[in-house]
Protein backbone atom coordinates (compact mmCIF):
# COMPACT_ATOMS: atom_id res chain seq x y z
CA UNK A 1 0.00 0.00 0.00
CA UNK A 2 1.30 3.33 -0.44
CA UNK A 3 1.96 5.16 2.38
CA UNK A 4 3.79 8.83 1.38
CA UNK A 5 3.24 10.17 -2.00
CA UNK A 6 3.33 14.00 -3.67
CA UNK A 7 1.09 13.84 -7.04
CA UNK A 8 2.40 16.26 -9.76
CA UNK A 9 0.22 19.06 -8.53
CA UNK A 10 1.21 18.86 -4.91
CA UNK A 11 4.32 19.17 -6.24
CA UNK A 12 4.28 22.36 -8.47
CA UNK A 13 2.50 24.46 -5.72
CA UNK A 14 4.58 23.78 -3.23
CA UNK A 15 7.14 24.82 -5.98
CA UNK A 16 4.98 28.29 -6.57
CA UNK A 17 4.52 28.93 -2.42
CA UNK A 18 8.10 29.42 -2.53
CA UNK A 19 8.25 32.12 -4.87
CA UNK A 20 6.09 35.34 -3.19
CA UNK A 21 5.46 37.00 -6.31
CA UNK A 22 3.82 33.64 -8.29
CA UNK A 23 0.40 34.32 -9.47
CA UNK A 24 -0.06 30.41 -9.70
CA UNK A 25 -0.65 30.72 -13.60
CA UNK A 26 2.29 28.46 -14.28
CA UNK A 27 1.08 26.16 -12.23
CA UNK A 28 -2.16 25.61 -13.90
CA UNK A 29 -0.66 25.56 -17.26
CA UNK A 30 1.78 22.70 -15.74
CA UNK A 31 -0.84 21.48 -14.62
CA UNK A 32 -3.42 21.23 -17.70
CA UNK A 33 0.01 19.66 -19.74
CA UNK A 34 0.01 16.98 -17.26
CA UNK A 35 -3.88 16.25 -17.83
CA UNK A 36 -3.54 16.38 -21.64
CA UNK A 37 -0.53 13.52 -21.24
CA UNK A 38 -2.94 11.48 -19.41
CA UNK A 39 -5.52 11.44 -21.52
CA UNK A 40 -2.78 10.76 -24.32
CA UNK A 41 -1.03 7.96 -22.22
CA UNK A 42 -4.57 6.02 -22.13
CA UNK A 43 -4.72 6.51 -26.13
CA UNK A 44 -1.52 5.81 -26.66
CA UNK A 45 -1.92 2.58 -24.65
CA UNK A 46 -5.39 1.45 -26.66
CA UNK A 47 -3.36 2.19 -29.82
CA UNK A 48 -2.65 -1.24 -30.36
CA UNK A 49 -6.55 -1.98 -30.47
CA UNK A 50 -7.00 0.87 -33.12
CA UNK A 51 -6.95 -2.30 -35.89
CA UNK A 52 -9.91 -4.18 -34.03
CA UNK A 53 -11.89 -1.88 -33.14
CA UNK A 54 -10.89 0.96 -36.52
CA UNK A 55 -8.35 2.24 -38.63
CA UNK A 56 -7.36 5.96 -38.45
CA UNK A 57 -8.77 7.45 -41.39
CA UNK A 58 -11.02 5.39 -41.17
CA UNK A 59 -15.28 6.11 -40.30
CA UNK A 60 -15.79 4.78 -36.39
CA UNK A 61 -19.47 3.61 -35.97
CA UNK A 62 -20.54 7.20 -34.98
CA UNK A 63 -20.03 8.53 -37.93
CA UNK A 64 -16.80 10.38 -36.89
CA UNK A 65 -13.51 9.65 -39.03
CA UNK A 66 -10.64 8.29 -36.12
CA UNK A 67 -8.13 10.23 -35.88
CA UNK A 68 -4.21 9.47 -36.64
CA UNK A 69 -2.66 9.46 -33.05
CA UNK A 70 -0.23 12.58 -33.45
CA UNK A 71 -3.29 14.40 -34.83
CA UNK A 72 -4.96 13.69 -31.75
CA UNK A 73 -2.19 14.89 -29.66
CA UNK A 74 -1.76 17.96 -31.30
CA UNK A 75 -5.66 18.34 -31.41
CA UNK A 76 -5.69 18.15 -27.60
CA UNK A 77 -2.82 19.94 -26.23
CA UNK A 78 -3.71 23.06 -28.39
CA UNK A 79 -7.20 22.89 -27.06
CA UNK A 80 -6.45 22.26 -23.27
CA UNK A 81 -3.81 25.34 -23.74
CA UNK A 82 -6.86 27.74 -25.77
CA UNK A 83 -8.96 26.66 -23.17
CA UNK A 84 -6.72 27.25 -20.03
CA UNK A 85 -6.59 30.94 -20.48
CA UNK A 86 -2.70 30.35 -19.82
CA UNK A 87 -1.19 30.84 -23.37
CA UNK A 88 -0.97 33.30 -26.40
CA UNK A 89 -0.04 31.06 -28.70
CA UNK A 90 0.47 27.27 -29.67
CA UNK A 91 3.21 26.01 -31.53
CA UNK A 92 3.25 22.93 -32.73
CA UNK A 93 5.68 20.45 -34.82
CA UNK A 94 2.71 19.10 -36.11
CA UNK A 95 1.14 22.58 -37.60
CA UNK A 96 2.77 24.49 -40.00
CA UNK A 97 1.99 27.97 -38.42
CA UNK A 98 1.59 29.38 -35.11
CA UNK A 99 -2.15 28.75 -33.49
CA UNK A 100 -2.82 32.90 -31.37
CA UNK A 101 -4.99 32.21 -28.40
CA UNK A 102 -6.38 35.67 -27.54
CA UNK A 103 -7.01 36.69 -23.65
CA UNK A 104 -9.56 34.59 -22.35
CA UNK A 105 -9.59 36.49 -18.62
CA UNK A 106 -9.74 40.25 -18.86
CA UNK A 107 -8.52 40.83 -15.12
CA UNK A 108 -4.36 42.36 -15.41
CA UNK A 109 -2.62 39.11 -13.49
CA UNK A 110 -4.41 36.11 -15.19
CA UNK A 111 -3.64 37.37 -18.31
CA UNK A 112 -2.44 35.04 -21.49
CA UNK A 113 1.00 35.27 -20.25
CA UNK A 114 2.72 32.18 -21.64
CA UNK A 115 4.05 30.65 -24.97
CA UNK A 116 3.84 26.93 -25.50
CA UNK A 117 5.48 25.03 -27.66
CA UNK A 118 4.88 21.31 -27.91
CA UNK A 119 5.97 17.97 -30.31
CA UNK A 120 2.94 16.21 -29.00
CA UNK A 121 4.21 12.67 -30.00
CA UNK A 122 7.64 12.29 -30.78
CA UNK A 123 8.97 9.15 -32.23
CA UNK A 124 5.60 8.83 -33.87
CA UNK A 125 7.07 6.22 -36.46
CA UNK A 126 7.15 3.46 -33.66
CA UNK A 127 3.52 3.78 -32.22
CA UNK A 128 2.41 0.62 -34.50
CA UNK A 129 5.75 -1.43 -32.90
CA UNK A 130 4.22 -0.97 -29.27
CA UNK A 131 7.56 1.16 -28.77
CA UNK A 132 8.09 4.06 -26.39
CA UNK A 133 7.18 7.33 -27.27
CA UNK A 134 6.12 10.82 -25.70
CA UNK A 135 5.04 14.28 -25.68
CA UNK A 136 7.82 16.88 -25.16
CA UNK A 137 7.26 20.48 -24.23
CA UNK A 138 8.35 24.03 -23.59
CA UNK A 139 7.36 27.20 -22.39
CA UNK A 140 8.13 31.02 -22.36
CA UNK A 141 6.62 33.90 -20.99
CA UNK A 142 5.54 36.60 -23.66
CA UNK A 143 7.14 39.40 -25.47
CA UNK A 144 4.28 41.43 -26.15
CA UNK A 145 2.05 42.89 -23.80
CA UNK A 146 -1.56 41.73 -24.62
CA UNK A 147 -4.00 40.32 -27.18
CA UNK A 148 -2.83 37.15 -28.85
CA UNK A 149 0.99 35.98 -29.02
CA UNK A 150 3.27 37.15 -31.99
CA UNK A 151 5.95 35.33 -33.95
CA UNK A 152 8.33 37.54 -32.07
CA UNK A 153 6.69 35.90 -29.11
CA UNK A 154 7.09 32.40 -30.44
CA UNK A 155 10.86 33.04 -31.76
CA UNK A 156 12.84 33.33 -29.00
CA UNK A 157 16.17 31.59 -27.68
CA UNK A 158 15.93 28.22 -25.53
CA UNK A 159 17.61 30.19 -22.25
CA UNK A 160 14.08 32.07 -22.43
CA UNK A 161 12.23 28.80 -21.23
CA UNK A 162 10.80 29.08 -17.75
CA UNK A 163 9.79 25.64 -18.00
CA UNK A 164 10.39 22.08 -19.82
CA UNK A 165 9.24 18.88 -19.65
CA UNK A 166 8.39 15.66 -21.87
CA UNK A 167 5.70 12.50 -20.36
CA UNK A 168 6.99 8.77 -22.11
CA UNK A 169 4.82 6.88 -22.56
CA UNK A 170 6.24 3.46 -22.08
CA UNK A 171 6.01 0.59 -19.40
CA UNK A 172 4.73 2.83 -17.38
CA UNK A 173 4.12 6.79 -18.48
CA UNK A 174 6.75 9.45 -17.22
CA UNK A 175 6.20 13.19 -17.11
CA UNK A 176 9.52 14.98 -16.38
CA UNK A 177 9.76 18.91 -15.40
CA UNK A 178 11.91 21.89 -14.86
CA UNK A 179 10.91 24.84 -13.82
CA UNK A 180 14.78 26.07 -13.07
CA UNK A 181 14.38 24.33 -9.92
CA UNK A 182 15.68 21.06 -11.03
CA UNK A 183 14.47 17.85 -12.72
CA UNK A 184 11.88 15.95 -11.36
CA UNK A 185 9.77 12.62 -12.19
CA UNK A 186 6.44 11.68 -11.71
CA UNK A 187 5.20 8.14 -12.55
CA UNK A 188 1.63 8.19 -13.92
CA UNK A 189 -0.13 5.64 -11.27
CA UNK A 190 -3.33 4.93 -13.69
CA UNK A 191 -5.17 3.37 -10.96
CA UNK A 192 -5.40 7.08 -9.44
CA UNK A 193 -5.11 8.80 -12.86
CA UNK A 194 -1.87 10.58 -10.84
CA UNK A 195 1.47 11.44 -11.72
CA UNK A 196 3.30 10.61 -8.26
CA UNK A 197 6.83 11.71 -7.76
CA UNK A 198 9.21 9.34 -8.31
CA UNK A 199 12.50 10.73 -9.07
CA UNK A 200 13.69 13.77 -7.25
CA UNK A 201 15.88 16.20 -8.86
CA UNK A 202 17.18 13.96 -11.48
CA UNK A 203 21.16 14.57 -11.94
CA UNK A 204 23.13 12.88 -14.81
CA UNK A 205 26.52 11.27 -14.29
CA UNK A 206 29.32 13.72 -15.53
CA UNK A 207 30.63 10.90 -17.50
CA UNK A 208 28.98 7.45 -19.32
CA UNK A 209 29.79 4.38 -21.39
CA UNK A 210 26.92 4.55 -23.83
CA UNK A 211 26.32 6.32 -26.77
CA UNK A 212 22.81 6.88 -28.70
CA UNK A 213 22.63 7.30 -32.62
CA UNK A 214 21.32 5.93 -35.63
CA UNK A 215 25.00 4.81 -36.72
CA UNK A 216 23.62 3.51 -40.24
CA UNK A 217 24.15 7.17 -40.95
CA UNK A 218 27.61 6.78 -40.97
CA UNK A 219 28.95 6.75 -44.01
CA UNK A 220 27.26 10.49 -44.57
CA UNK A 221 28.56 11.50 -41.64
CA UNK A 222 31.54 14.07 -41.47
CA UNK A 223 34.92 13.23 -40.92
CA UNK A 224 35.08 14.33 -37.26
CA UNK A 225 31.95 12.30 -36.47
CA UNK A 226 33.22 9.22 -38.20
CA UNK A 227 36.13 9.85 -36.24
CA UNK A 228 34.53 10.24 -32.77
CA UNK A 229 31.96 7.10 -33.47
CA UNK A 230 35.07 4.95 -34.59
CA UNK A 231 36.82 6.22 -31.12
CA UNK A 232 33.79 5.33 -29.24
CA UNK A 233 34.04 1.78 -30.23
CA UNK A 234 38.29 1.31 -29.64
CA UNK A 235 39.43 -0.89 -26.80
CA UNK A 236 40.74 0.83 -24.16
CA UNK A 237 40.08 -0.14 -20.46
CA UNK A 238 41.61 3.40 -18.84
CA UNK A 239 38.69 5.61 -20.50
CA UNK A 240 36.03 2.57 -20.14
CA UNK A 241 35.90 2.06 -23.66
CA UNK A 242 34.08 0.06 -26.22
CA UNK A 243 31.03 2.06 -25.27
CA UNK A 244 27.66 0.48 -25.50
CA UNK A 245 25.47 1.62 -28.41
CA UNK A 246 21.52 1.84 -27.27
CA UNK A 247 18.92 3.60 -30.02
CA UNK A 248 15.48 3.47 -29.96
CA UNK A 249 14.68 5.72 -32.26
CA UNK A 250 12.14 8.32 -29.89
CA UNK A 251 14.43 10.88 -29.15
CA UNK A 252 12.40 11.59 -25.62
CA UNK A 253 12.75 7.47 -25.22
CA UNK A 254 16.74 8.13 -26.12
CA UNK A 255 16.87 10.98 -23.93
CA UNK A 256 15.05 9.40 -20.70
CA UNK A 257 17.26 6.16 -20.52
CA UNK A 258 20.68 9.01 -20.99
CA UNK A 259 19.14 10.96 -18.34
CA UNK A 260 18.60 8.04 -15.76
CA UNK A 261 22.14 6.54 -16.47
CA UNK A 262 24.31 8.32 -18.29
CA UNK A 263 25.24 8.88 -22.17
CA UNK A 264 25.09 11.09 -24.96
CA UNK A 265 22.75 11.27 -27.49
CA UNK A 266 23.72 12.42 -31.60
CA UNK A 267 21.78 13.39 -34.23
CA UNK A 268 24.42 15.29 -36.56
CA UNK A 269 24.33 17.08 -39.37
CA UNK A 270 24.44 14.63 -42.62
CA UNK A 271 25.04 14.93 -46.37
CA UNK A 272 21.33 14.86 -46.40
CA UNK A 273 20.21 16.79 -43.40
CA UNK A 274 22.77 19.28 -43.64
CA UNK A 275 21.34 20.80 -40.19
CA UNK A 276 20.72 17.55 -38.66
CA UNK A 277 17.13 16.03 -38.48
CA UNK A 278 15.75 17.22 -34.78
CA UNK A 279 14.05 20.61 -34.67
CA UNK A 280 15.33 23.45 -32.04
CA UNK A 281 11.90 24.80 -31.01
CA UNK A 282 10.38 21.53 -30.59
CA UNK A 283 12.97 18.93 -29.39
CA UNK A 284 16.40 20.74 -28.67
CA UNK A 285 15.63 23.39 -26.54
CA UNK A 286 13.66 21.82 -24.06
CA UNK A 287 15.51 18.91 -23.60
CA UNK A 288 18.73 21.13 -23.60
CA UNK A 289 16.93 23.02 -20.45
CA UNK A 290 16.15 19.85 -18.99
CA UNK A 291 19.97 18.21 -19.00
CA UNK A 292 21.69 21.69 -17.98
CA UNK A 293 19.57 21.25 -15.42
CA UNK A 294 20.05 18.28 -14.42
CA UNK A 295 24.08 18.84 -14.70
CA UNK A 296 24.58 17.96 -18.52
CA UNK A 297 25.52 19.67 -21.83
CA UNK A 298 23.73 20.33 -24.65
CA UNK A 299 25.24 21.44 -28.00
CA UNK A 300 24.98 21.90 -31.96
CA UNK A 301 28.76 20.81 -31.70
CA UNK A 302 29.89 23.69 -31.65
CA UNK A 303 27.75 26.22 -30.01
CA UNK A 304 25.35 25.86 -26.84
CA UNK A 305 22.11 24.99 -28.21
CA UNK A 306 20.33 27.14 -25.93
CA UNK A 307 21.98 30.61 -26.48
CA UNK A 308 20.99 29.57 -30.68
CA UNK A 309 18.69 32.58 -31.74
CA UNK A 310 15.77 30.72 -33.70
CA UNK A 311 14.94 32.19 -37.44
CA UNK A 312 11.95 29.77 -38.10
CA UNK A 313 9.44 27.81 -35.99
CA UNK A 314 10.80 24.58 -37.22
CA UNK A 315 14.64 25.26 -37.91
CA UNK A 316 16.62 21.78 -37.38
CA UNK A 317 19.68 21.57 -35.34
CA UNK A 318 22.52 18.93 -35.45
CA UNK A 319 22.07 17.69 -31.43
CA UNK A 320 24.77 16.55 -29.16
CA UNK A 321 22.82 15.92 -25.30
CA UNK A 322 24.05 14.02 -22.34
CA UNK A 323 27.14 13.79 -20.07
CA UNK A 324 28.70 16.64 -19.51
CA UNK A 325 32.10 15.01 -20.10
CA UNK A 326 30.99 12.98 -22.96
CA UNK A 327 29.35 15.50 -25.03
CA UNK A 328 32.72 18.37 -24.61
CA UNK A 329 34.81 15.48 -26.20
CA UNK A 330 32.65 15.05 -29.01
CA UNK A 331 32.87 18.59 -29.57
CA UNK A 332 36.65 18.62 -29.65
CA UNK A 333 35.70 15.81 -32.48
CA UNK A 334 33.67 18.01 -34.04
CA UNK A 335 35.65 21.09 -34.54
CA UNK A 336 38.66 18.92 -35.58
CA UNK A 337 40.43 19.87 -31.75
CA UNK A 338 40.59 15.88 -31.21
P1 LIG B 1 9.23 10.24 -35.99
O1 LIG B 1 8.37 11.08 -35.05
O2 LIG B 1 8.94 10.46 -37.42
O3 LIG B 1 9.22 8.80 -35.59
O4 LIG B 1 10.74 10.80 -35.80
C1 LIG B 1 11.36 10.62 -34.57
C2 LIG B 1 12.56 11.51 -34.46
O5 LIG B 1 12.23 12.85 -34.74
C3 LIG B 1 13.21 11.41 -33.08
O6 LIG B 1 12.30 11.10 -32.08
C4 LIG B 1 14.24 10.31 -33.28
O7 LIG B 1 15.32 10.43 -32.40
C5 LIG B 1 14.68 10.51 -34.71
O8 LIG B 1 13.56 11.08 -35.39
C6 LIG B 1 15.03 9.23 -35.39
O9 LIG B 1 15.49 9.50 -36.66
P2 LIG B 1 16.14 8.35 -37.59
O10 LIG B 1 15.02 7.43 -37.96
O11 LIG B 1 16.68 9.10 -38.76
O12 LIG B 1 17.23 7.68 -36.80
Redesign the pocket.
Known amino acids: MIKKFTTFYRHIIEEERKIPEATGQLSDLLSDIALACKVLSQEVNRAGLIDILGFTGQVNIQGEEVKKLDEYANDILTYSMQQGGHACAVCSEESEEFVPIDAKYQEKILHNKYIVHFDPL ?5 IDANISIGTIFSIYKRISKSGPGTMEDCLQKGIEQVAAGYCVYGSSSILVYTAGKGVHGFTLDPSVGEFLLSHSNMKIPKKAKTYST ?1 DGNYSKWSKGMQRYIDYLKEKDKETERPYSSRYV ?4 A ?1 FHRNLLYGGIFI ?1 PADEKNKNG ?2 RLMY ?1 ANPLSFIIEEAGGRSSNGKDRILELQPESLHQRTPLFIGSEQDVKLAEKFLTGKE
Open positions: DGSSNNGSLVDYKLE
